[in-house]
Antibody
Framework: EVQLVESGGGLVQPGRSLRLSCTVS????????LSWFRQAPGEGLEWVGF??????????EYAASVKGRFTISRDDSKSIAYLQMNSLKTEDTAVYYC??????????????WGQGTLVTVSS | QSVLTQPPSVSAAPGQKVTISCSGS????????VSWYQQLPGTAPKLLIY???KRPSGIPDRFSGSQSGTSATLGITGLQTGDEADYYC???????????FGGGTKLTVL
């Protein structure tokens, strides 16, 4: 069974850092790209960024709203992806989801999602 | 302001049909596959349609998708109260090098 589990969320002050983890099981993690998404309270879905597979150089893409502040990495040996969030702002408050990109192309869909982890940025 | 445009809300009676539109541009819907997601309150999104018109296993054929030019449409027939949810379209934008969503459409089954 494919599973993705986010962890690491919590309350953090503006300007501080936080690292989220996405632990996967039930499939060969190294074969899939992985995206992070977020959803602010009462708002719609927003893509944060993704990391491609080792075969594609583990290259990353980010939303303009987080570029330069957030970094996505992966450890295929541990089946974990990370979202390092620096210089956090109050507008980064959201539930963060990780999701597996189903196919190799960038417009591929997302079938499997984690349950989400809440990040609250507040003083 | 979302890159893809969806109506904020739609409604219909049980058993009826509804369509949800998703309008984009040449850099996203025109050249890339669209997928649709259903999100019930407090839960993660669920994939309904991928590659414009394909249904994952387990998704009933009441749900359908289409794409034409720079627009895509989700259709739901035989509406049930359990279909009440938020629906999002999404795709890759080649100019932005970013995945983009519509703002979401709230479906009410009256």
């Amino acid at each position: 069974e494919v599973q993705l589990v986010e962890s690491g969320g919590g309350l953090v002050q503006p300007g501080r850092s936080l690292r989220l983890s996405c632990t996967v099981s039930g499939f060969t993690f190294g074969d899939y790209a992985l995206s992070w998404f977020r959803q602010a309270p009462g708002e719609g879905l927003e893509w944060v960024g993704f990391i491609r597979t080792q075969a594609y150089g583990e290259t990353t893409e980010y939303a303009a709203s987080v570029k330069g502040r957030f970094t996505i990495s992966r450890d295929d040996s541990k089946s974990i992806a990370y979202l390092q969030m620096n210089s956090l702002k109050t507008e980064d408050t959201a539930v963060y989801y990780c999701s597996r990109q189903e196919y190799y192309y960038d417009s591929s869909c997302y079938r499997y999602w984690g349950q989400g982890t809440l990040v609250t940025v507040s003083s | 302001q979302s890159v893809l445009t969806q109506p904020p809300s739609v409604s219909a009676a049980p058993g009826q049909k509804v369509t949800i539109s998703c309008s984009g541009s040449s850099s996203n819907i025109w050249n890339n596959y669209v997928s649709w997601y259903q999100q019930l309150p407090g839960t993660a999104p669920k994939l309904l349609i991928y590659e414009n018109n394909k249904r994952p296993s387990g998704i009933p054929d009441r749900f359908s998708g289409s794409q034409s030019g720079t627009s895509a449409t989700l259709g739901i027939t035989g509406l049930q109260t359990g279909d009440e949810a938020d629906y999002y379209c999404g795709t890759w934008d080649s100019s932005l090098s970013a995945w983009v969503f519509g703002g979401g459409t709230k479906l009410t089954v009256l």
